[in-house]
């Protein structure tokens, strides 16, 4: 059975930095590309980051980019998003996906949650 274990949420101050994690289990997914989706409140789910199976190619949203890294070591199945200078608006649940939002597969979600 594939599942996608996602980790590092929590509670942050503003301007504060979490790293989230995601391990897969299952199915190697290194020849996969991969990336992060958060879903905020009334809203729908969106993408964040990608990254290639190769870790060479990277896609941000523009409101991250600067702030937050995708990366990933596919030794470990895992791949990760480092986030920095967080700000309120990224409070949400973040998800982790494997081979495209459309057939690929989801992980259950971490909360963050920006406040002072």
């Known amino acids: 059975q594939v599942q996608l274990v996602e980790s590092g949420g929590g509670l942050v101050q503003p301007g504060g930095s979490l790293r989230l994690s995601c391990t897969a289990s299952?199915?190697?997914?290194?020849?996969?590309?991969m990336g992060w989706f958060r879903q905020a409140p009334g809203k729908e789910r969106e993408f964040v980051a990608a990254?290639?199976?190769?870790?060479?190619?990277?896609d941000y949203t523009d409101s991250v980019k600067g702030r937050f890294t995708i990366s990933r070591d596919n030794a470990k199945n895992t791949i990760y998003l480092q986030m920095s200078s967080l700000k309120p608006e990224d409070t949400a649940v973040y998800y982790c996906n494997a081979e495209g939002p459309d057939v690929g597969y989801w992980g259950q979600g971490t909360q963050v949650t920006v406040s002072s």
């Open positions: 299952g199915r190697s997914f290194s020849r996969s590309d």
């Open positions: 990254i290639s199976w190769r870790g060479d190619t990277t």
